[in-house]
Each structure stands twice: as C-alpha cells, then as structure tokens.
C-alpha cells in the first residue's frame, strides 16, 4: 500500500509542477481568425477600422462583406450618430471623442515630463 501511495504523489507532483504555456498571439492574428471563421461579420466595431487581414481571401472576403451589406446595416441600425461630411457613419459620440483626446494630451504631457526629468538627472 505505501507504494501505491508513493506513485499517487509523484503523478500529482508531475502534474503541478507543468505548465501550460498559451500561443503568442496578437492583434491581427484576432481579426484574421474571426473573418475567417464568421464568414463576413465583424466583431463589435470592427467595421471602421482600417485593418488589412493578411490573406488574400480574408481580403475579399472582407470587401464582399462591406459591399453587399454595409448599407442594410446602416439602414436597419441607425444609433443617432449621423455621418461624416464624407459619408462616413459616426460610430463615436462627441462626448468619447473628447475624452480619448483629453486623455491622449495626458499621455504625451506624462511622457514629456518624464523626459525633461530624465534630462535633468543626466545634466546633474
């Protein structure tokens, strides 16, 4: 009995002690998966962004998808928004647009900070 038990505690000790390591993936790798396995939809938001898949058949498929059901989306789904003077649909309100600028102009003020004090301590 003692040895049984002394193989039941390797096992276990074996099985903490691996680790799962997940792919590396990024952004891209995303997008490519999602049109090439929801054959031409787009995950919330996507539609306006200018991503460029990297095969060419998820470029197609892409160009099919924005061609033949771009304007039924935007006649079926109006969210208040309204248009570009270009004609492109708005997909942020003013108030979103003003906060991602207030908070990209605290991201560059941080980082010149940042760099004037680095500058400072080299100079001392």
């Not at 054959?39 to 460029?52: C, F």
Request: glycine share 4%; aromatic share 6%; charged share 25%.
């Amino acid at each position: 009995m003692t040895s049984s038990n002394n193989k039941d505690n390797s096992i276990s000790d074996d099985r903490s002690s691996s680790k799962i390591v997940p792919p590396a993936i990024d952004t891209s790798d995303l997008i490519n998966f999602h049109l090439s396995h929801f054959q031409g939809t787009y995950p919330l938001g996507m539609e306006r962004l200018d991503v460029k898949p990297t095969d060419n058949s998820e470029t197609e498929l892409s160009e099919n998808h924005n061609n033949d059901n771009s304007s039924e989306h935007d006649e079926e789904y109006d969210d208040g928004l309204g248009y570009y003077p270009d004609g492109t649909k708005r997909t942020l309100t003013d108030e979103q647009i003003a906060f991602l600028r207030a908070s990209e102009l605290r991201q560059i003020q941080k980082q010149q900070q940042q760099q004037q004090q680095q500058q400072q301590q080299q100079q001392q």
